[in-house]
């Protein structure tokens, strides 16, 4: 089973500031890759598969990066509903695996 | 819209059972695989239960094999989830989750339901 670690647990960033959320596997994952969104008393919502391709409907300021076993979900300019619970999931591997979450929360 | 809706959560003794129900409406039910994905109180998202788009390749996460059982109607663009035996670990909100197709080998989620609450609890 491939083991996705997410880090920070929590991230604290002012308005406006960059906010940087990272994810690693156990092992490659190549690029299959999602990161979901999840606020509160909500179901989760995707973000990003692919490692960095935006699903439909999701704002420019959300992109992601990486490859193997490093990713990046990054916000540019975290909007106040921006503060919430992400996660990230790996699908190159049956059936998938997700990781812990990060909290994003203002400073 | 493309909308899926649970229902059929509730609270149960344990080694009771419930049958959770997923509508799904706004795109073609069977030409999809569907999940369900389960969420601990306060804790992170599971993986439950796949089925392909016609029932004929169905798996089970391992805590669950041998008390739940997957199925789906696509006559009724319905997704089910009994679930037997159930223990307090069982607890949790129940999601169901339309597989998205984008390469892989395993399961990512494009739409989700609002998720319905089974309580295992004596």
């Known amino acids: 089973e491939i083991v996705m670690t997410q880090s920070p647990a929590t991230l604290s960033v002012s308005p406006g500031e960059r906010a940087t959320l990272s994810c690693r596997a156990s092992?490659?994952?190549?690029?299959?890759l999602a990161w979901y969104q999840q606020k509160p008393g909500q179901a989760p919502r995707l973000l990003i598969y692919g490692a960095s391709t935006r699903s439909s409907g999701i704002p420019a300021r959300f992109s992601g990066s990486g490859s193997g076993t490093e990713f990046t979900l990054t916000i540019s300019t975290p909007q106040s509903e921006d503060f919430v619970v992400y996660y990230c999931q790996q699908y190159n591997n049956w059936p998938g695996s997700f990781g812990q979450g990060t909290k994003l929360e203002i400073k | 819209e493309v909308q899926l809706v649970e229902s059929g959560g509730g609270v149960v003794r344990p080694g009771g059972s419930l049958r959770l129900s997923c509508a799904a409406s706004?795109?073609?039910?069977?030409?999809?695989?569907m999940s369900w994905v389960r969420q601990g109180p306060g804790k992170g998202l599971e993986w439950v239960s796949h089925i392909n788009w016609n029932g004929r390749n169905i798996d089970y996460v391992d805590s669950v094999k041998g008390r739940f059982t997957i199925s789906r109607d696509n006559a009724k663009n319905s997704l089910y989830l009994q679930m037997n035996s159930l223990r307090a670990e069982d607890t949790a909100f129940y999601y169901c989750?339309?597989?998205?197709?984008?390469?892989?080998?395993?399961?990512?989620?494009?739409?989700w339901g609002q998720g319905t609450l089974v309580t295992v609890s004596s």
């Open positions: 989750a339309r597989v998205a197709q984008h390469g892989g080998a395993g399961l990512a989620f494009n739409i």
């Open positions: 092992q490659s994952v190549g690029g299959n």
């Open positions: 706004g795109f073609t039910f069977d030409d999809h695989g």
